[in-house]
């Protein structure tokens, strides 16, 4: 019998790095599949549609609200960020290893949901740090930045619902620590036992 595939619901407030650890861990775990959110926010330089979101106009999103099409949805500094609902059940049955992006409010609806599912929370070494690095990142302006920071305060108060945290402060030993949380709920007997021919 197929065991069934491993969901990983990952949340970060903007600017931890999530983007990049999770880029380096499917360089290291080749076997994860990356579930792609819509989002009505703007399309960045070097992103793809379909590839890291599936970008939609707020009237679009909306529609897919009042159609059933989604998992879960939330509003994020104001945009709307979304899971597609027919994606991950079909992996998840098929025994493939999901990884899915998303918002501490969409995490807790996900793990509703998929009550199996690990919750992973990537932390920033230091608010002033966190700042920083959404200044360097150059996509937002200062009010927007601000905007930002005060959000992440507020999320940073549901790590206690989360399996596991990382801090970001050197992107290789995230990257390990993620690897080592993919393997360690792999081998995990709560998920099953292997069969012995």
Same mark, same amino acid.
């Given at each position: ?11 970060a407030p903007a600017g931890c790095g999530k983007d990049t650890i999770l880029e380096c861990a499917f360089n290291v775990c080749p076997h994860l599949h990356y579930s792609v959110s819509a989002t009505t926010r703007t399309i960045r330089e070097g992103e793809q549609e379909g590839v890291h979101y599936f970008f939609k106009s707020i009237e679009e999103f909306k529609k897919m609200i009042k ?24 992996? /998840? $049955? ?7 992006? =998303? ?7 996900? !793990?509703?949901? #998929? &009550? ?54 050197? /992107? $290789? ?7 080592? =949380? ?7 007997? !709560?998920?099953? #036992? &292997?069969?012995?021919?």
């Amino acid at each position: 019998m197929m065991k069934k595939g491993l969901l990983i619901v990952v949340s970060a407030p903007a600017g931890c790095g999530k983007d990049t650890i999770l880029e380096c861990a499917f360089n290291v775990c080749p076997h994860l599949h990356y579930s792609v959110s819509a989002t009505t926010r703007t399309i960045r330089e070097g992103e793809q549609e379909g590839v890291h979101y599936f970008f939609k106009s707020i009237e679009e999103f909306k529609k897919m609200i009042k159609t059933g099409e989604l998992l879960e949805y939330t509003q994020y500094a104001g945009n709307y960020y979304g899971t597609p609902k027919a994606y991950i059940p079909s992996m /998840l $049955e098929s025994g493939k290893d999901v990884v899915m992006k =998303i918002e501490v409010d969409g995490a807790s609806n996900i !793990k509703k949901l #998929f &009550p199996s599912c690990v919750l992973v929370f990537i932390l920033p070494p230091s608010f002033e740090e966190l700042e920083r690095r959404l200044q360097k990142r150059g996509t937002e302006d200062a009010k927007t930045i601000k905007t930002r920071v005060d959000i992440a305060r507020i999320e940073m108060s549901f790590v206690k619902n989360y399996d596991y945290v990382i801090i970001n402060e050197k /992107l $290789e030993e995230a990257v390990k620590d993620f690897a080592a =949380i993919v393997k360690s709920e792999k081998l995990s007997v !709560k998920r099953g #036992f &292997p069969t012995v021919k």
